[in-house]
C-alpha cells in the first residue's frame, strides 16, 4: 500500500467531498476515487457511504483514519528526527501548558533546558484541559502540562508529578474576607457571583459540584475569561469570586486578593505531563520532560 493512498483517504475523511477533497491533494476526482477503490479492495469494506450531497464515513473509515493519522504523525517526526542528524534546523517542541504550568513551573524549568540545548526550539500554547487535551490527540503539541481531572483515553499517557490544590480568592476588601482566624462555611459562599476561565469545563463543574454537594442554589458565573490576569483584576475590582490553585496565590496577591478561609477543602487533583503512547519520543522530547520531572521532585511537598 502506496503512503499516497493514505494521503488521499484522509483528504476525503476530513472533505467527506470527492470534488474538495481533490482540490486539497492537487489530482483529479477520477484519480482519487480510483485510490479509494484500491484501498475499499485490498480490505475489503467500504470506506465510504456515497450521498447525492456527498460522502459518510463508515465504522471501517474510522478505524482506518485513526491509525492513518498516527502513521501521519510518526512520519512528520522521522523527517524531523532526520533533519536533525542532518545537521539541519532543530525541531519544534511544542507544549500545551495550564496557568500553573505556564506561569510557575515552567519558565524555571525551560531556563534551565536551554541553558544546557541552546539550539532548542519551544512553542508553548496555553490552555485548559478543554483545550489542551483535543490539542494533543490532534497531533497539535507533543506534551501538555496541566491537571489531569480528565478520564483516561486510548493512547494518552498521563503522569502526575505534583498534587494541586484549588482555593476560593476574591479581594481583601471582599465581604468574605475576615481575616484568616474566621473559618467560613459553604453556605457563606452564596448568592456571590463568579469569573472562570473560558471553557475550563473541569474547573466550573468542579464549583457546580461544590455547591451541588452542600445543597445551595448554584452560582452565577458572570464572566468568562481566557486571560487568568484579566480575571484577576476583574475580581480586585468587585465582589466575584473565583477558584484558582494555591500555586497561583503570590501571583493573585499582587493583585490585593486573599484566600478565603473555608471548612473543608475546595478541591484538589494530581497534576502533571500527559503526552501520546504512539509516539517515538524525540531525544529532544524525552530530554524536557526528564527535566520536568527533575525540577518538581526538588519541589517541597
Known amino acids: 500500500m502506496q503512503s499516497q493512498y493514505m494521503r488521499y483517504f484522509l483528504a476525503v475523511y476530513e472533505h467527506l467531498n470527492l470534488t474538495v477533497a481533490a482540490e486539497a491533494v492537487h489530482v483529479s476526482q477520477p484519480a482519487l476515487s480510483r485510490s479509494l477503490k484500491r484501498l475499499e479492495d485490498q480490505f475489503g469494506v467500504p470506506l465510504f457511504v456515497r450521498h447525492p450531497r456527498g460522502l459518510e464515513a463508515t465504522r471501517f473509515a474510522d478505524i482506518l483514519a485513526r491509525h492513518a493519522q498516527r502513521m501521519d504523525m510518526e512520519y512528520r517526526h522521522a523527517l524531523a528526527e532526520i533533519e536533525i542528524a542532518n545537521g539541519g534546523t532543530e525541531a519544534m517542541l511544542k507544549i500545551g501548558a495550564g496557568p500553573i504550568w505556564y506561569s510557575q513551573i515552567l519558565p524555571d524549568v525551560f531556563s534551565d533546558y536551554l541553558s544546557r540545548h541552546p539550539s532548542a526550539r519551544i512553542r508553548v500554547q496555553s490552555g485548559v484541559i478543554s483545550t489542551l487535551v483535543p490539542q494533543l490527540v490532534a497531533g497539535q503539541v507533543d506534551l501538555i502540562c496541566s491537571t489531569l ?16 490544590e484549588h482555593v476560593v480568592v476574591a479581594h481583601k476588601d471582599h465581604p468574605l474576607a475576615r481575616g484568616t482566624d474566621d473559618v467560613l462555611e459553604p453556605s457563606d459562599l452564596a448568592g456571590f457571583s463568579w469569573i472562570v476561565l473560558a471553557d475550563d469545563q473541569v474547573g466550573s463543574s468542579r464549583i457546580l459540584s461544590y455547591f451541588a454537594a452542600h445543597d445551595l442554589a448554584l452560582p452565577v458565573f458572570s464572566i468568562e475569561t481566557s486571560s487568568p490576569t484579566h480575571m484577576f483584576e476583574m475580581l480586585r475590582r468587585g465582589t466575584s469570586l473565583a477558584q484558582i490553585p494555591t500555586l497561583l496565590l503570590p501571583t493573585a496577591a499582587r493583585f490585593d486578593l486573599v484566600q478565603i478561609p473555608l471548612r473543608g477543602n475546595f478541591w484538589a487533583a494530581n497534576a ?30
Open 149 to 164: 481531572d480528565f478520564p483516561a483515553q486510548a493512547g494518552l499517557i498521563r503522569e502526575p508529578l505534583l498534587k494541586v
Open 272 to 301: 502533571g505531563i500527559c503526552y501520546r503512547s504512539t509516539d517515538t519520543l524525540s531525544p529532544r522530547l524525552t530530554g524536557l520532560i526528564k527535566a520536568i520531572r527533575s525540577f518538581l521532585s526538588q519541589e517541597p511537598a
